[in-house]
């Protein structure tokens, strides 16, 4: 099958690879904000690499064993600062896919809550959204399990900081 591409109602597409990849982007967001640091690396292929644009700096990238390190420190950081990370994730978008190779846009808003605060009165207005983001996803469907998973992936904040 051909990438899908023009109108994008087009419905020249295998609905179960859909709905596996629409997963695959909720699950980005779901395993890393309940600290599944573990599940959410099996989320990604083998030598997964990332691109962060933030306003008019030059990107940052991190790529293969780079990639877990980051990741974890950056967990662990806002974990130990008591920030309990979430993600909103809306507007996604299949903007091509093939039967083993797909792009994927999403955007996602970054809101770190602070997690003594949650079952306060103060926790209205203290909750703040410090990143919003475009992200583009390049998945990848697996030769030995047909699974979909993320290879690369852009993400283009909005704000030059985060």
Not at 26 to 36: D, L, V
Not at 147 to 161: C, F, S
């Amino acid at each position: 099958m051909p990438f899908t591409s023009g109108h994008p109602g087009n419905a020249n597409f295998d609905v179960a690879d859909r709905l596996a990849i629409i997963n695959l982007i909720g699950s980005y967001a779901e395993s890393y904000e309940r600290n599944h640091i573990d599940g959410w690396f099996e989320l990604f292929t083998k030598e997964p690499k990332v691109t962060v644009h933030m306003g008019e700096q030059p990107p940052a990238c991190v790529s293969g064993p780079d990639f877990k390190a980051f990741f974890c420190d950056y967990l662990n950081t806002s974990l130990g600062n008591g920030i309990v990370p979430r993600h909103l994730v809306s507007n996604i978008h299949v903007r091509q896919q093939s039967e083993r190779q797909a792009e994927a846009s999403a955007y996602i808003t970054y809101i770190p809550l602070p997690g003594e605060l949650l079952q306060t009165p103060q926790a209205k207005e203290e909750t703040r959204v410090t990143g919003t983001a475009l992200y583009v996803f390049q998945l990848e469907k697996g030769d030995g399990d047909d699974i979909w998973r993320i290879r690369e992936y852009t993400i283009r904040y909005d704000q030059a900081e985060v």
